[in-house]
């Protein structure tokens, strides 16, 4: 029996690295709320991303949460429904309404063509997901916000690192919600980010992920918890240092993914798109099963018996959530619901060795009936 591989592995320091940024802790007994860790935590990412304002946050959900708080939004907010269900839970549980917009067959991002004719009286905002670090057609989102005067708040927690045209992807839209979760291309054990254009959203953002708390005798506002402890900070300080490194990495794997399963008939790899720097967040693959000669759950299963973990990744689709009740209806989002029946996530993080891959792929195509 081989080892065990797992769909992600987070990326961790050297022990002794860790230890070292933790150590003033038991000097200083300062915990949390907005260290020294905090601080620098915030001013290096601002440097790597490519941002003028960010602020940290527990998690990438909280981030997304505490966003469409601090807008004051009322109404309905366009979104899609192959994504994580944070990004459908964070506009619900603002009061929101979510109306969900079909995506591209191709990239999985929002389908803009299908946007405008979304749009209504109570549109409030736009939430498009640069899914799988994929990036959305930002410069069509933003005309149209601009047309009706929607906010625009992307969901980027695929894309840490990444750059559109050279600039930091963080750096459109209203703002930018990363999560630094675990089994995310960077982590800080569990955090997130929100970046962002205007001061005053700044801080209002600040305020509520204390409580709301505005002075020593006053509470503006029903905020939350959500800072981000010095321990998360220190991971994040350490991880950073290596997560060019890591992406570098996860580069190598998937360029070996490819070379085995490009050109491969019935199966659909992640477009490869113009003027994006990409971080290799996960390695999709769409099984068409006529083509192919195995369906999606065949694969995962025969991944499954030999230890290898893939993952339906993003399936099902938000908009079929039992939690919701059948509030919508799938049938308007048919290429989200196409690609979640035929989607799986394949193995992907910085350590994961090269003959794995190989292994990996060896398997898939051994499906072929
Ligand atoms: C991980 C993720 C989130 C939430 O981030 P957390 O840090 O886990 O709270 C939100 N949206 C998407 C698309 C995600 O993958």
């Not at 955090?191 to 953002?205: E, L, M, P, S, T």
């Not at 399936?315 to 290429?335: A, G, I, M, Q, W």
Request: charged residues 25%.
């Amino acid at each position: 029996m081989q080892d065990q591989i797992l769909v992600t592995r987070s990326s961790m320091p050297g022990f002794e690295e860790y230890i070292e940024e933790i150590r003033s802790m038991w000097d200083s007994r300062w915990l949390t709320n907005m260290g020294p860790k905090h601080r620098e935590f915030q001013e290096k990412l601002k440097e790597y991303l490519g941002v003028e304002n960010i602020d940290l946050l527990t998690n990438g959900h909280m981030a997304l949460e505490l966003t469409l708080q601090a807008m004051n939004l009322q109404g309905e907010v366009i979104t899609t429904p192959f994504t994580f269900a944070s990004t459908t839970h964070a506009i619900v549980r603002n009061g929101l309404t979510p109306v969900f917009c079909d995506i591209n067959p191709d990239d999985f991002t929002m389908d803009v063509e299908k946007l405008e004719s979304l749009i209504t009286d109570y549109t409030c905002a736009i939430l498009p997901v640069h899914v799988y670090g994929n990036i959305c057609n930002i410069e069509e989102i933003e005309r149209i916000a601009r047309k009706y005067e929607l906010k625009v708040i992307y969901d980027a927690a695929h894309t840490f690192g990444e750059t559109y045209k050279g600039r930091g992807i963080g750096s459109f839209g209203d703002a930018s919600c990363f999560s630094f979760h675990a089994t995310k291309v960077f982590n800080s054990l569990e955090g997130g980010a929100v970046c962002y254009r205007d001061q005053g959203f700044g801080n209002a953002i600040y305020e509520l992920k204390n409580f709301g708390i505005h002075g020593p005798e006053e509470v503006s506002a029903v905020g939350a918890n959500a800072k981000m402890n010095e321990f998360c900070a220190a991971m994040g300080l350490c991880n950073l240092r290596h997560v060019e490194e890591e992406i570098g990495k996860r580069k190598k794997a998937a360029e070996r993914y490819r070379s085995h399963l490009e050109g491969i008939e019935g199966l659909q790899l992640n477009a490869v798109q113009k003027d994006v720097k990409q971080n290799y967040a996960y390695f999709p693959v769409v099984f068409e099963e006529k083509a192919f000669g195995a369906s999606r759950e065949e694969v995962f299963e025969r991944l499954a018996e030999n230890g290898i973990g893939a993952r339906k990744y993003f399936y099902p689709l938000t908009n079929t959530f039992s939690c919701f009740h059948r509030k919508y209806d799938v049938r308007e989002t048919p290429v989200a619901l196409h690609v979640s029946r035929r989607v799986l996530t394949l193995p992907m993080y910085a350590d994961l060795a090269l003959e794995d891959v190989d292994r990996i792929c060896g398997i898939i195509l051994g499906c072929r009936k």
